[in-house]
């Protein structure tokens, strides 16, 4: 399986992090200081670089806004429930997991990796169905954390959510008419947070599985965040809270 990502930032954290790139195209017409450090480290690491036309960037990204850098790469590895915890492990870290109850928005799931990769999360774990996997514009929203937190695909949520209550982990989960607000709750723990779809929010077999529910405290009149923003303001209490322990 191969696809293409666009985007400066994109392709370097690519070419960074190691992931298999076949080759890189690069508008003729693109700014010198744009592709410069790209041709360097693709020099680097052996990848061919060509020159081309900005319509067959164009037709190779469609949909992607590539800037005038496109690279070929390999399909992206989803890992295992077990390596995120391994992960976790290694860094001798309490566990703190993402999962996402069918998003559907790329670029909610690109925002989401920004975000995990910046407050430390150990990895997100997604369904096959319904629910939107690591697309190009994934890649291009999470401005290359996609390269760095590592996504799991399971076939059934609600038996991972089992799974990772038998290993310690507290499951919280997103809900408007929570009882209690995410500042008067103890996120120091081992956690796996979940955010819910876009429009429905968290399923209901999905909330029945959760050790308790949170809610944001709203003070407008539309009183419902993004999706991503949601998961930021809930990663980053985790992490504050986290430090405060120290």
Known sequence: MEEFIGGKHSVLEALRSGRTIN???????????LTQPIIAEAKQNGVIVQFADKRKLD???????????????AAYEYVEVED????????????????LDEIEDPHNLGSILRSADCTGV????????????????????????????????????AQTIEQLKEQGLWIAGTDVDAKQH??????????????????????RLIKEKCDFLLKLPMFGQINSLNASVAASVLMYEVVRQRMAAH
């Open 122 to 157: 150990h990895g997100v774990i997604i369904p096959k169905r319904r629910s939107v996997g690591l697309t190009a514009t994934v890649s291009k929203t999470s401005a290359g954390a996609v390269e760095y937190v590592p996504v799991a695909r399971v076939t059934n949520l």
């Open 59 to 73: 037709q190779m990204a469609a949909g992607v806004q590539h800037q005038g850098v496109v690279a070929q790469v």
């Open 23 to 33: 080759k890189i195209w690069i508008a003729e017409q693109a700014q010198k200081q």
């Open 84 to 99: 995120l915890l391994a992960r976790a492990a290694e860094k001798g870290e309490q566990p703190f997991l993402l999962i």
């Open 182 to 203: 995410v500042y008067a709750t103890n996120l120091n723990l081992p956690i796996a947070i979940i955010i819910g779809n876009e429009s429905k929010g968290v399923g």
